[in-house]
Structure formats: C-alpha cells, structure tokens
C-alpha cells in the first residue's frame, strides 16, 4: 500500500466506493434522500429521548450559551458512526470481492478504501448537517477552519484499522464477530454519551484517554461544538494513533494482502 | 537483448490442501496449524514469451494449467522461482466474473476497466467500441443482473479485448456465446496478434492452439513436460495422449470394440452373423482405434452356420452426429463371395483413412441380394484419432492437391464479353 500504489489505483478505488454507495440506496423510492434523512431522524430521536425523558445537564455551546445535549450526542455519534462503519463495511467490502480476486488481479487495498470513502461521504454529509444545526444555534467560529485538518487525519487512521480488520478477517473468519464484540465495548470506552471529565477514578480516565477514539471525538467536539483548537497533547496522540495504525496496515498489506485469493 | 513480454524462471507454487482448513482462531489454538497436506500445482517452471507472440498452454485436466495462468495473470503469488513481466495485463480468466448485479452495464465497463488499471478517460474513450463490440447496446443502461447469461460473456469479453491490453491472458474462451460471437471473438484475437498484443492462450482444443499460437507449453502434473513451436508441442501431447489410450485398451483387454448387442437393432435370417470387428493399425496391431492419415484395415469376423454361396459384406460409417459417412461394400453378383461353414474373417483394406478425428458408428451387412443374412445397425464404435493438430473442417479429409497459375489482368474475362 505504498502511496503511489494508490494513486495509480485511484480509479478502481474511487469506482468502489461509487458501487458501495449506488448498492446500498438501490430499489429504494427516495434513494440518496436517505442519506439525508437517517441521520435527521436520529438527530430527531436523540431531541425527543434526552430532551424530554431523560434530563441531562448538557456541555455549554462553544459561544458561552446554554448546551444542547442532542447535539452535544450527535456531534459525538457522527465521529464514531463514521469509524465503526468504515470498520464493518470494510470487513464485508473486501469479502465480497473474494470471488473477483481469485480471477483478476487488483490489489486489495482497493475495496477497503472504497469502502472507507463511501463511509466518508456519507459522513461528509452527517457532517453538514451538524454544522447546519451549529449554525441554527449560531455556535460558530474560527476552529471550524481546522476541520479539514481533523478529517483528513481521522479518515487515514480509520482506513488503516478498517485494512487491518479487512485482511485479518480473510484469514480468521472470527474476527468478524470478536469486532462487533470489540466495537461495543470501545464505544462506552469513549466518551460519546457521557463527558470525560465525570469520570474520576484516574486509572479508568487513563484508559479512556489513552483510546485513540476518544482522542478524535474528543477533538471533533472541541473544534465544533465547544470552539476551541483543542489540546496539543491530544492532537499528538491522533497523529501518534494514525501513524501506528496505517503503517501496521501497509506491513500487513504487503506481508499477507497479496495472498487473499488463496484463503477466500 | 532479447524483449520477453513474460519471463518466468524455476517457477514452483504450492498450495495446502485438505477438508480441514483452521479459518478459526479457535481451531488454530486447540489444534496447531502446523498440520496440513501440501500440494505443488506448479514444479520448477521456465520459460520466455517473447513479446508480440502468441503462446499456448496444454494439458490434462488438473495438470496446473489454469494454476500457471493465475500466476501469471498476478492473482497467485508464486511459492518459488521468480515471474517477470512487461506491459499491462488484461485476463481473461471467467468473464463477466466483476460485474455488480445491480449496476447498469455502462457503470459496469468503469469497474471492470478500473479493474484492468485503466483510468476513467481511458474507458471513456473505449466505451463506445466496447458497448459495439458486445451488440447488446439496447440494454447498457440496465442494470446486469438483467442480462441473459449470454450478454454477461459478451459484455466481459468485449471489455477486456477493447481496453488495448499489452498482454492478454485467455483461459479456454472457446465456449463463449453463440456461433456469430465466437467467430467475432476469434476475429479480435488474430486482429490482436496482428497488433503486437502478446497473448497466453489455454484451450482444450488443440485446433485452436495449433491455429492461434506460435508456441506451446505442455503441462503434466505440474510439470513441464514440453516446450516449444507449436505444432512440435501439439504433436507430442496427441502422441501421448494416444499411445496412452492405446495401453489402457490393451491392459483392459478390449481390442475388438463392440457395443452392447442388446441396445442396437439386430436383424436378419441368420444363416451367417457378424461376431466381432477389429481394427487395424499400420502396424498390423488390433487397436482401439485408428489413426487419420494411415493406412489401416477393418477385419469383420463371422460365424456361418451352413455354406453360403453368394454373400455380400457391407461397412456403414456414421458420425456420431448421424450424418452417413460411407458405406463400402464387398460386391454383388460376380464379386459375390462365397463362405464356407463355420468361422472366417473379412478384411476392409485402406490405403489412407481420410476419416477427420471424431467417433463413428459402424453397421456391419451381409446380404445376398434381397435377403439379409445379418444386419447390426450402429453396432460398433471407430474411434478416429489425429496425428497432428487439425484445423480443417468437415468430416473427411478431402485429397487433392492445389495448383496456382498466375493470372493476367487483361486475360480475365468479364460477364459482358461472355457470349
């Protein structure tokens, strides 16, 4: 998976992500419109359960105002929806093309970034739509211009653990169920429904903070909702996180992705 | 410097076999994953393609054929030896294998064109010419999971034809759509060769490698058993492939071939009947079968249960198709042959067998006139076997020969001048 590897496949992966995201709108009446209304209804459904039932004293908006904790949750789920999707997509992305790589050759790497950037666009939109609520709530600001910054890092980190998800699901069919498993748990090990800062014994606020998930969503709520540049040290370690994990995707790549066809 | 399109040297691969695969974590821990049969498809490989060239791969079924091809195509990694190659692959290795059902044809070409390591203008520029080349135009903008299992082939045929590869790998595209697609198909890969496309052929049909390829590999088991032109390499395969038929025959002691007498029609008075036939060779050996081009003899035994004074003993060849081939018969009248009681034999001498390659069915006669005697219909099988690859057509091997004479321009005559 070195990058101009990539680049020289950018068609095949590009055409990918464009056959995952036409497949999974297909048949249906409003097709694309989905990709617009699921996240608003979820975004309707967090209104009404934490709004209504459930009373939770929300984190202020960035502009000093009172909170929302929908959005607050939102802002949180659209980050981690974008890296479990990347993972599971990936995982059944590269499986489903089993039977095209034992006939044609194509790198492997293809079908999981396909997967990573049909995940991304549909995040891309979720995305949109947060910031449209921010601006309804007119919490804006200058910390919004280092988004590109966060996503371009964030998208490198998932596509590497979605690769080495991906190919170790080829040779350990099990993986795919010790990930849902591993999903879950690392989803109440970040701070998306709770804040990190009500946790206060410090071993487990170590291991919260030491998660490199609760690293991006972290950050991603920082330069959004709470408007600031976020802390350095936890930039560090998405960039720390990121680098680990799409340089254990290339050995992995080149040490086992090039003999998928033969465990299919 | 010789320019070798493909170079592959002391190639070997290897694959684990065995009903029990470890896929599961659990597996690997409980039982180790050290335990499993290993299985050379490929053994020590060399060769050279030199560029431009057309290269065929021969042999039995299972003899690492389609193994040598995915290699080559990059879809298997090789355990040993090294694969070199120079320009851009196109395989052709099941067509139609990257359709996505639910895809239009159209969006189809682009995945399967980014497949091959083409770029989107690429394809743009090809499209036209692919989207012709399938005739299926009306229904491009379907989704695929429509098409028919024809227009399927069609479509991944004319896809990797089209986008220009540099090196084409074709494994056994014979059987692909109806008459008219396959000669269009065919027609492309001569317009290919013609081009300098270097092209890696395997094919079952020895008339095609023979016709298509300048040169020819021979797996057996794994192993190369022979390389080189063509003809010499389709040569030695038949060569074997008969003289093995031959012993398997032998050993199995069944040299006069004969159908099941109960399963074909058996008429006549009886006086006389045909007990058994054997064929044979140039040799003088009772075969299984006979050779195209050599002289043979067809030996018709039979059991006469009184003297009959005017007999006559007629062969029927038929194709295995039902087409009458030939039916030669002993003579009537004056030529009439007289048989003693008991047991004799009738000899059929031929010169040279002009029988093209195939099965054919022969019915024995013997009449006298009017009166049937014995009459087995279809009762026994000649095998004919070739000699060397064959491209002609046709159900005999017409003899002639050709002449050229050089014609004058002003000497042709015209409809009008004719009188």
Known sequence: MT?????????????????????????????????????????????????????????????????????????????????????????????????????????????????????????????????????????????????????????????????????????????????????????????????????????????????????????????????????????????????????????????????????? | MTDNAIEVAGLSKKFRIGTERRDSLKERFVRGSGRYDEFWALRDISFAVPRGSTFGLIGHNGSGKSTLLKVLAGVYRPTDGSLATKGRISALLELGAGFHGELTGRENIYLNGAILGLTRKQIAAAMEEIIDFSGIEEFIDS????????????????????????????????????????????????????????????????????????????????????????????????????????????????????????????????????????FIDHNGNASGFLSGGEKCMIRMHYQAEQELPSVTFGLGFSHESGVNVAGPNSGYGERATKVPAGTGCIDFHIDDLILQPGTFLVTTAVVDRGHTYDYRDRAFELRVRAQEAVTEPGLVRLPGRWTHEQATVSSVPTGSELP
């Open chain 1, 3 to 264: 990058a101009p590897g990539v680049l020289q496949y950018r068609s095949l992966v590009w055409n990918f992500a464009q056959r995952d995201m036409k497949s999974r709108f297909t048949g249906t009446a409003i097709g694309w419109a989905w990709s617009l209304l699921l996240p608003l209804a979820t975004l309707g459904i967090y209104t009404l359960v934490v709004g209504h039932l459930f009373k939770i004293t929300p984190a202020a908006f960035g502009d000093g105002s009172k909170g929302n904790f929908a959005v607050w949750l939102f802002v949180g789920l659209t980050a981690w929806g974008f890296f479990s999707n990347s993972v599971n997509i990936s995982m059944s992305a590269l499986l489903g093309t089993g039977t095209l790589l034992q006939k044609i050759y194509f790198p492997s790497f293809a079908p999981v970034l396909g997967a990573v950037i049909g995940v991304a666009i549909q995040s891309a939109i979720e995305v949109g739509l947060v910031l449209v609520v921010l601006l309804v709530f007119t919490n804006v600001g200058f910390t919004w211009l280092l988004l590109p910054v966060w996503i371009v890092i964030f998208v490198a980190f998932s596509a590497g653990a979605a690769m080495l998800f991906a190919i170790g699901n080829i040779y350990f069919r099990d993986l795919a169920h010790i990930i849902a498993v591993f999903l879950q748990l690392l989803f109440y090990a970040t701070p998306i429904l709770y804040q990190d800062s009500l946790i206060h014994d410090r071993v487990l606020h170590n291991v919260i903070m030491s998660n490199p998930l609760t690293e991006f969503v972290v950050l991603f709520r920082d330069l959004v909702y709470g408007l600031t540049p976020g802390r350095v040290n936890i930039w560090a370690g998405a960039l720390a996180w990121t680098v680990f994990a799409v340089s254990l995707a290339t050995f992995v790549f080149h040490r086992y992705g090039r003999d998928l066809a033969e465990q299919m």
């Open chain 2, 143 to 278: 989704p695929v999971k429509i098409y028919s299992s024809g227009m399927y082939v069609r479509l991944g045929f004319s896809i990797a034809v089209t986008v220009d590869p540099e090196i084409l790998i074709v494994d056994e595209i014979i059987a692909v759509g109806d008459e008219e697609f396959q000669r269009k198909c065919f027609d492309h890969l001569y317009e290919l060769r013609r081009r300098g496309t270097t092209i890696v052929v395997v094919s079952h049909s020895l008339g095609v490698v023979a016709d298509l390829c300048d040169r020819a590999l021979w797996l057996d088991k794994g192993l190369l058993k022979s390389i080189g032109p063509v003809r010499d390499v389709t040569d030695n395969y038949l060569e074997a492939v008969n003289r093995k038929e031959a012993d398997a025959k032998e050993r199995s002691g069944e040299v006069s071939v004969e159908t099941d007498g109960e399963r074909t029609r058996r008429l006549g008075s009886g006086e006389i009947r045909v007990t058994h036939l054997d």
